[in-house]
T-cell receptor, first 114, second 111 residues
């Protein structure tokens, strides 16, 4: 079992709809979770961080965390063609604070259709 | 905006050459990382460092080597480049367990 798992997609969503991206992780003690967006040929850029159970909203983006289910998701409201990219889930894994590593999922490719 | 710089952005070079990819950050981050990524594929961690004089191999075996003599600098070296080394190389850094920030990457082509 991979430490961080995402559906690789592609996920196709019509413009204006809600895009829902999901991620599961294996380490029950993980405390920090991040979503990155990567456009084709570019490097990943951080779009959301979440540390507590529940929802965190930032503009059209909402991150949702459920530690009991070991599940983190990203919702994109009012999807735009410019949201078309690969979205990477990343989780801090490891028990020792100094030795934790950031593990990335394989990414979900999202396409927003005009 | 994260200040992490990679040079060169693009490199096309012949087989057998020695290559050094540069990565520098001005944020005082203790942890630095090198990833390899082919187009449309996932990130693969090849090297990381938790501080000066600390380097470790990542999850993907790589023929490259790294050094961390200064906090801000984490170069990656290929002693003898081969076509199989053609890929994009991404450098990243973070402070403690804060989010990781990436450089713009080096796109390497070995002829």
């Amino acid at each position: 079992q991979k430490e961080v798992e995402q559906n690789s997609g592609p996920l196709s969503v019509p413009e204006g709809a809600i895009a829902s991206l999901n991620c599961t992780y294996s380490d029950r003690v993980s405390q920090s979770f991040f979503w990155y967006r990567q456009y084709s040929g570019k490097s990943p850029e951080l779009i959301m961080s979440i540390y507590s159970n529940g929802d965190k909203e930032d503009g059209r983006f909402t991150a949702q965390l459920n530690k009991a289910s070991q599940y983190v998701s990203l919702l994109i409201r009012d999807s735009q063609p410019s949201d078309s990219a690969t979205y990477l889930c990343a989780v801090n894994i490891g028990r020792s604070q100094g030795a934790q590593k950031l593990v990335f999922g394989q990414g979900t490719r999202l396409t927003i259709n005009p | 905006e994260a200040d992490i710089y990679q040079t060169p952005r693009y490199l096309v070079i012949g087989t057998g050459k020695k290559i050094t990819l540069e990565c520098s950050q001005t944020m005082g981050h203790d942890k630095m990382y090198w990833y390899q990524q082919d187009p449309g594929m996932e990130l693969h961690l090849i090297h990381y460092s938790y501080g000066v004089n600390s380097t470790e191999k990542g999850d993907l075996s790589s023929e490259s080597t790294v050094s961390r003599i200064r906090t801000e600098h984490f170069p990656l070296t290929l002693e003898s480049a081969r076509p199989s080394h053609t890929s994009q190389y991404l450098c990243a850094s973070r402070l403690g367990n804060q989010p990781q920030h990436f450089g713009d990457g080096t796109r390497l082509s070995i002829l």
